[in-house]
């Protein structure tokens, strides 16, 4: 199976500090996407952002950006003046064959107000 | 965009009884639907691959003749846990790709086995 590390189980922060999320991955893919999901206490995951590997370009959408370093396998995530509605967990999830996601266990992200 | 809908959202069981959960494509079709189990502050682990129109193909160590998958069109693919037992008890959530964007995620189902 390939292998996520999220090594940051839980991360505090307060309202409007940044946060980033680390994650490596492991893969014999040459090419791949790589996706950060939401997971807040109702359950159900929220699309946040997607990256394919051969487009190493980092990039800002709102307040989440990222880096992506291939060489690395690295795809860290950054949250940008956080909000008390950002506290989740947070899922890494590289795709590979067969359009099948494996999730890293996940960074719990709590923001106090 | 395009729509996952998994329901029920919640369902509580008895020991030895079976639970049906559905995964509904709305607007797209999905000849692929990706089953995850996911217990409480673990990440998600696939369960199986549903596929439409053929068996559905499992992970290593997943009991097939319990966790029965039909994917009997192409919106719809649906899991049923039979015998549950408490140790069953667990967060079921699908997700149906569409090709190269995201992969939708349903609701997901919350059951415990009582």
């Known amino acids: 199976a390939q292998k996520v590390t999220q090594a940051q189980t839980e991360i505090s922060v307060v309202e409007k500090e940044d946060v980033t999320l680390d994650c490596v991955y492991e893969?014999?893919?040459?090419?791949?996407?790589l996706f950060w999901y939401k997971q807040p206490p109702s359950g159900e995951l929220v699309f946040l952002i997607r990256?394919?590997?051969?487009?190493?370009q980092n990039e800002i959408s709102g307040r989440y950006s990222w880096n992506f370093q291939k060489s690395t396998s690295s795809f860290n995530f950054t949250i940008t003046a956080s909000q008390v509605v950002d506290s989740a967990v947070y899922f890494c999830?590289?795709?590979?064959?067969?359009?099948?996601?494996?999730f890293g266990k996940g960074n719990q992200v709590v923001v106090i107000p | 965009g395009a729509v996952v809908s998994q329901h029920p959202s919640w369902v509580i069981c008895k020991s030895g009884t079976s639970v049906k959960i559905e995964c509904r494509s709305l607007?797209?079709?999905?000849?692929?639907m990706f089953w995850y189990r996911q217990f409480p502050k673990q990440s998600l682990m696939l369960m199986a691959t549903?596929?439409?129109?053929?068996?559905?193909?499992?992970e290593q160590g997943v009991e097939k003749d319990k966790f029965l998958i039909n994917h009997a069109s192409l919106t719809l693919s649906t899991l049923t846990v039979t015998s549950a037992h408490p140790e069953d008890s667990s967060f079921y959530i699908c997700?149906?790709?569409?090709?190269?964007?995201?992969?939708?995620f349903g609701q997901g189902t919350r059951l415990t086995v009582v």
């Open positions: 893969t014999r893919d040459t090419t791949y996407y």
């Open positions: 997700s149906a790709p569409t090709g190269d964007t995201e992969a939708f």
């Open positions: 999830a590289p795709r590979y064959g067969n359009n099948r996601l494996a």
């Open positions: 990256r394919n590997s051969f487009d190493e």
């Open positions: 607007d797209f079709q999905a000849t692929t």
């Open positions: 549903s596929n439409e129109g053929s068996k559905a193909t499992y």
